[in-house]
């Protein structure tokens, strides 16, 4: 519990904590201060050839120029779109198998081995497939971008389902709980903090998904950016692509430790 | 008047490598408003006869009557309160206690009236909104006793419910524990396999042979003491008498 009163010595502790805290983020905002002026200026000064690696000032130059033509927002948000429906519908899809598995062992123990299979198996091989299925576009994208996280999705849920202690569900089954109701009050709500670490990995997995289904298929996004910069030799287009969508994986990743501790206030 | 009659009762389980004979062939009555212990060794199958008597595992031959009903399958005249006390973390206390009723579909005024009146009763209203986390182990023993009466059962099943106590807060629980179930006027059969416990607490010991759970003696504790407690019993003069005839009757080997 609270406590406001507090000692000298604690006081300084307080401070020291808080010192030591102010001095990561300086480092940590110095180095990437230094990381693009010596990169700005190594290519100014031509130690290193702005043609491959390009250069920070031509990358905010080129910025400036997709703004003006409103594509920046649009590339930006057309992956971010692709990602989070990938992502939802990974999550949504593999929590509600992991629900039917859970329910019935016999589907459990079938399927056990496809399960195992298909999570060895590395999705992408499957988006050319999955083109060829829907047609070049959108879908296809969020289908790549839905396997790759589905499989890993079912088996954490799962795993967190059947970590869900026994003595917790007896207690429920002497009250004369139902099997839906053992799931709600006590299977599900207990798996929540599980499943919040799957979907953390998730926002990582439905990425890689929607950039490579974006550098098979797609017309606009990062992804194709990143691609087509690469093929018309326009490294500031591929470097200034490649950041925006650094910023855009740490924003989505963020928000999702926000949904942790929102869903985890009782553990303070 | 017998509330609860266990007839020739045994249990069988069946897994893969072996049958394992947990329960022999027991018999056994609790009286209406008794408390009576069950005492035996660790994985004599104490644990296994709570939960037929719960309902929740059935039985291989024998039946368990309840008031002359035959129990088939949890019902709410039976209360269970485990060895842990298993409060879900993200309900806070009040959710804690009405979990029982949510699930039975009895949440009604009256019901959630009387719990905050028990609440109030057992000093606990001013925790209502806690969570779980904020509470000692002792009181979250006794939230799970309010959460088992919440329910309103006949007969409460007590599976060492004080095992996971340090003794200290075991000696404090155990006395406010009986004073609740007292008060409630519930009957009440506990299981432990701490001797002193069993004799502190109980109208009468049961005490059980080795696996399988087989009953070897029934001990009336008769302590010459007014207004019994927990701790008032445990400086009776006949406590010892009763530990030592209990302590032969388990058939303990000190190696
Ligand atoms: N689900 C089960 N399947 C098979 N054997 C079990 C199961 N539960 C308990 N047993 C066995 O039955 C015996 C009695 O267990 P239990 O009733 O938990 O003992 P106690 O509560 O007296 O310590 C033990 O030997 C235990 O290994
Ligand atoms: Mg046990």
Redesign the interface.
């Given at each position: 519990m609270l406590n406001n009163n507090f000692s000298k010595e604690h006081e300084l502790y307080l401070k020291a904590v808080k010192r030591r805290k102010t001095a990561v983020i300086i480092v940590q905002i110095l180095i990437l201060i230094i990381f693009f002026l010596q990169w700005e200026l190594t290519a100014r000064y031509k130690i290193v050839d702005p043609f491959l690696v390009s250069q920070p000032s031509r990358m905010i130059k080129f910025m400036g120029k997709l703004y003006s033509e409103g594509m920046l927002f649009r590339h930006i948000w057309v992956t971010c779109y692709e990602t989070i429906i990938g992502f939802l519908l990974g999550t949504i899809v593999g929590t509600l198998i992991a629900i039917i598995l859970w329910w019935s062992d016999f589907i459990c123990k079938v399927l056990d081995p496809y399960l195992v299979v298909l999570n060895a198996l590395p999705k992408i091989a499957l988006g050319p497939i999955l083109i060829f299925w829907v047609g070049n576009g959108k879908t296809a994208i969020i289908l790549i971008a839905l396997t790759i996280s589905l499989i890993v999705t079912i088996i954490s849920v799962l795993t967190g389902f059947k970590e869900v202690?026994e003595?917790?569900i007896?207690?429920?089954?002497?009250?004369?709980?139902s099997k839906s109701?053992i799931l709600r009050?006590?299977v599900f709500?207990?798996s929540?903090p599980t499943m919040i670490s799957a979907l953390k990995i998730n926002v990582g997995l439905s990425y890689v998904g929607v950039i490579v289904g974006e550098f098979l298929v797609a017309k606009e996004g990062l992804g194709f950016l990143i691609v087509f910069g690469g093929q018309v030799a326009q490294l500031d287009m591929v470097m200034l692509s490649i950041i925006i969508l650094s910023i855009s994986a740490y924003l989505m990743y963020e928000a999702v430790a926000l949904l942790e501790k929102k869903f985890?206030v009782?553990?303070? | 008047m017998a509330k609860l009659i266990i007839e020739n009762l045994s249990m069988i389980y069946h897994t893969i490598e072996a049958e394992t004979k947990a329960v022999d062939n027991l018999s056994l009555e609790v009286l209406d408003g008794e408390f009576l212990s069950i005492i035996g060794p660790s994985g004599c199958g104490k644990s296994t006869l709570l939960s037929v008597i719960a309902g929740l595992l059935q039985p291989s031959s024998g039946r368990v009557l309840l008031d002359d009903m035959e129990i088939t399958k949890p019902c709410s005249k039976v209360g269970y309160m485990l060895q842990r006390d298993h409060l879900f973390e993200w309900r806070n206390i009040f959710s804690n206690i009405t979990l029982g009723l949510e699930i039975q579909r009895k949440c009604s005024k009256e019901s959630l009236l009387k719990i905050e009146r028990m609440l109030e009763k057992y000093g606990l209203s001013g925790f209502k909104n806690y969570y779980p986390h904020q509470l000692s182990g002792g009181m979250r023993q006794r939230v799970a006793l309010i959460r088992t009466l919440a329910i309103d059962p006949d007969i409460l099943l007590l599976d060492e419910p004080f095992a996971a106590l340090d003794y200290q807060t075991k000696l404090a629980v155990s006395e406010e524990v009986y004073k609740i179930i007292k008060q409630e006027g519930k009957t009440a059969l506990m299981v432990t396999h701490d001797i002193s416990e069993a004799i502190a607490l109980s109208d009468r010991v049961a005490v059980l042979s080795k696996r399988p759970a087989k009953l070897k003696n029934i001990y009336d504790i008769k302590l010459s003491v007014e207004n019994r407690t927990p701790l008032k019993s445990r400086e009776a003069p006949e406590f010892r008498h009763y530990f030592n005839a209990i302590w032969k009757e388990l058939d303990i080997h000190v190696e």
């Open positions: 202690d003595d917790k007896k207690l429920l089954k002497t009250f004369g709980a109701q009050y006590v709500p207990s929540i985890t009782w553990r303070s | -």
